[in-house]
């Protein structure tokens, strides 16, 4: 399989607010960058839309390695999402979200990593950039 890099971020202003998200998916000397919005959306909606539309593009089973400055996503894919499956998401936010989560990552091998945020790592500042300019976009529209 091959090996593939999914860097992502998230963007809300307001919490709930005009969201945005980014994906940057790096193989070998490609990349892809995935990004758009929602109206009315929080931060970690769109940190997970971010994951989930970054997945969706892929055409072949890989190995997917997620960086992403959202504990939430990350304690969620390597810690949580199993129990929350156990329980039905019972008490869970964004079950429809996870869900879909679930459906786009079935054919891949997921492991997630948290980076901090804004502490200068290349390609999690770009998805940041991108995902507020989304969101600033939705908000200039006043949708």
């Known amino acids: 399989m091959k090996q ?3 860097y992502s971020d998230g963007s809300s202003l307001g919490n709930p607010g005009y969201g945005g998200y980014c994906a940057i998916l790096k193989y ?4 892809k960058v995935i990004s758009g919005g929602q109206v009315d959306a929080t931060n970690n909606q769109m940190e997970l839309k971010a994951v989930i539309e970054g997945l ?3 055409k072949e089973p890989c190995f997917v390695n997620i960086t ?7 304690n969620g894919i390597n810690e ?7 329980k039905a998401f019972k008490k869970v936010k964004n079950p429809d979200l996870w ?3 679930i459906e786009v ?5 997921v492991k997630a990593y948290w980076v901090k945020g804004h502490a200068g790592h290349e390609e999690n500042e ?14 200039a529209e006043g949708r």
């Open 4 to 6: 593939v890099h999914l």
């Open 28 to 31: 070998g000397d490609h990349e």
């Open 56 to 58: 969706r593009v892929l």
């Open 68 to 74: 992403s400055d959202s504990s939430y996503v990350v």
């Open 80 to 86: 949580w999402l199993d129990g929350w499956v156990k």
């Open 99 to 101: 869900g879909e989560y």
């Open 105 to 109: 990552s079935k054919a891949h091998q």
């Open 126 to 139: 770009r998805c940041d950039d991108i995902a507020r300019g989304e969101a600033e976009k939705l908000q």
